[in-house]
């Protein structure tokens, strides 16, 4: 149980490009997601959480506007990376927990972004 | 905000040695503390937690321990196997936020 899918695995696009990045709670509901960041060899950076049916809440320094995020449904929290340059290569990675409060966040697979 | 510190970065043991990696936090509020292998390019997955009203938990080969005094918290795998050569990250969280350590890139030695 406690499955989170995330979709794409990979992107590659051209400097300017949006992309979005879908999180998906498979077996679960999830009215918190939360999105991270990861450079080579570096820890997961929080950059934002996502609520569901309501605005995600930023992580100092993180740009809400180029960090794009929306939370629809139980389920489904998307990332959008707008203009994207490439200083926003990385890899993006999200996670959700089925319980309440303090409980193990489980992962996506993570998407690593590549912006040439 | 909450400030997790982890150490050591890298940490080479012979198989069958004992490792240990430690975590210190500045938020007292924070009230859980998980731990976390990730293996490159993998997602990060869960290997043990520890709440802040208990000061210890063993899972077979893995422990954890926490002193809720001084804001630190530690890792404990006893028996390694190359199996276990991975990067192992830390975190602490209060209402779900996790903030994570460094990272520490375990290296089990056959």
């Known amino acids: 149980g406690a499955v989170v899918s995330q979709h794409p695995s990979r992107v590659i696009c051209k400097s300017g490009t949006s992309v979005k990045i879908e999180c998906r709670s498979l077996d679960f509901q999830a009215t918190t997601m939360f999105w991270y960041r990861q450079f080579p060899k570096k820890s997961l950076m929080l950059m934002a959480t996502s609520n569901e049916g309501s605005k995600a809440t930023y992580e100092q320094g993180v740009e809400k506007d180029k960090f794009l995020i929306n939370h629809a449904s139980l389920t489904l929290s998307t990332l959008t990376v707008t203009s994207a340059h490439p200083e926003d290569s990385s890899f993006y990675i999200c996670?959700?927990?089925?319980?309440?409060?303090?409980?193990?966040?489980?992962f996506g697979d993570g998407t690593r972004l590549s912006i040439l | 905000g909450e400030n997790v510190e982890q150490h050591p970065s890298t940490l080479s043991v012979q198989e069958g040695d004992s490792a240990v990696i430690k975590c210190t936090y500045s938020d007292s509020a924070s009230n859980y503390f998980p731990w976390y292998k990730q293996e490159l390019g993998k997602r990060p997955q869960l290997i043990i937690d520890i709440r802040s009203n208990v000061g210890e938990k063993k899972d077979q080969r893995i422990a954890v321990t926490l002193n809720k005094t001084a804001k630190h918290f530690s890792l404990h795998i006893t028996e390694t196997q190359p199996e276990d050569s991975a990067v192992y990250f830390c975190a602490a969280s209060n209402f779900n936020k996790f903030y994570f350590g460094s990272g520490t890139k375990l290296n089990v030695k056959p």
């Open positions: 996670s959700a927990s089925p319980g309440g409060k303090n409980q193990p966040q489980h």
